[in-house]
């Protein structure tokens, strides 16, 4: 919902600034709520798994569920990933960009583009990455 009707909505209201003001502040509170869910996810999955009666050890492969919980914890990996480059990697940068454009000293508005086109992007991918975290997870309990 965010990466397809907050934000473009956001960005066809508010000035550039504004709209940056309002990334920072609201992905600020939301990365906040995004890692403890995650860290809510990880800690309650690993324990549904050791209880499951298929599991057979760590890198046990030897059905198809098995295979479609390693692919899942894999596309789960790749998430992480990109939220911990959007949280301590785009943000800062959006951030100093901001700043800088604030107090005068950003000439060329180029690279801050760049920077918001690429939130929406990883926006949307973990978006689509969510989608396949469920298809595998329905994947796993049908096998």
């Not at 960005?11 to 995004?34: E, I, N, V």
């Not at 295979?67 to 990109?82: F, P």
Request: proline share 3%; charged share 15%.
């Amino acid at each position: 919902a965010l990466s397809f009707f907050v934000l473009p909505a956001a960005r066809s209201a508010l000035t550039s600034d504004q709209y940056t003001m309002f990334l920072l502040r609201l992905d600020g509170r939301l990365q906040r709520l995004g890692w403890f869910c995650l860290a809510v996810l990880v800690g309650t999955g690993m324990f549904q798994i050791s209880a499951h009666p298929r599991y057979e050890g760590f890198l046990a492969i030897t059905s198809p569920w098995a295979s479609a919980i390693l692919v899942k914890h894999l596309v789960i990996g790749i998430m992480v990933v990109l939220s911990a480059y959007l949280t301590w990697g785009l943000l800062p940068a959006l951030h100093r960009m901001s700043l800088l454009r604030q107090a005068g000293k950003l000439g060329d508005t180029t690279r801050l583009d760049v920077l918001q086109r690429r939130e929406t992007w990883l926006l949307r991918a973990n978006l689509v990455i969510a989608v396949v975290i469920l298809f595998l997870t329905a994947l796993a309990r049908t096998s």
